[in-house]
Nanobody, 122 residues
Framework: QLQLVESGGGLVQPGGSLSVSCAAS????????IGWFRQAPGREREGVSC??????RTNYADSVKGRFTVYRDSATVYLQMNSLKPEDTAVYYC?????????????????WGQGTQVTVSS
């Protein structure tokens, strides 16, 4: 089973930027669509973005459109987050559907990383 590892979370001030990354441990992401999700305390997990294996198609939640950008290279999928707001504070997870199709619904995803904390606060 594909093992995903997130990195790059941290503390940032409102209006700032941060990038989180997702890589595969012991395997490759080449053939898989990758989704980004987040979960804040007391809230359900929310789909943020998704990118197909080729990078040719991306999806975004309305709450992050125009502020977040997902992209990938041969080994890593990145989520660039700009104009961050306190409500973006959450644990961010990457996940794969196990195929090359995108979704923002967590039930569609089979393999998950352990998550990385993003905190937006002054």
């Amino acid at each position: 089973q594909l093992q995903l590892v997130e990195s790059g979370g941290g503390l940032v001030q409102p209006g700032g930027s941060l990038s989180v990354s997702c890589a595969a441990s012991g395997s490759t992401l080449d053939y898989y669509a990758i989704g980004w999700f987040r979960q804040a305390p007391g809230r359900e997990r929310e789909g943020v973005s998704c990118i197909t294996a080729s990078g040719g198609r991306t999806n975004y939640a309305d709450s992050v459109k125009g502020r977040f950008t997902v992209y990938r290279d041969s080994a890593t999928v990145y989520l660039q987050m700009n104009s961050l707001k306190p409500e973006d504070t959450a644990v961010y997870y990457c996940a794969t559907t196990g195929g090359n199709w995108c979704s923002l619904h967590s039930a569609d995803f089979a393999s998950w990383g352990q998550g990385t904390q993003v905190t937006v606060s002054s």
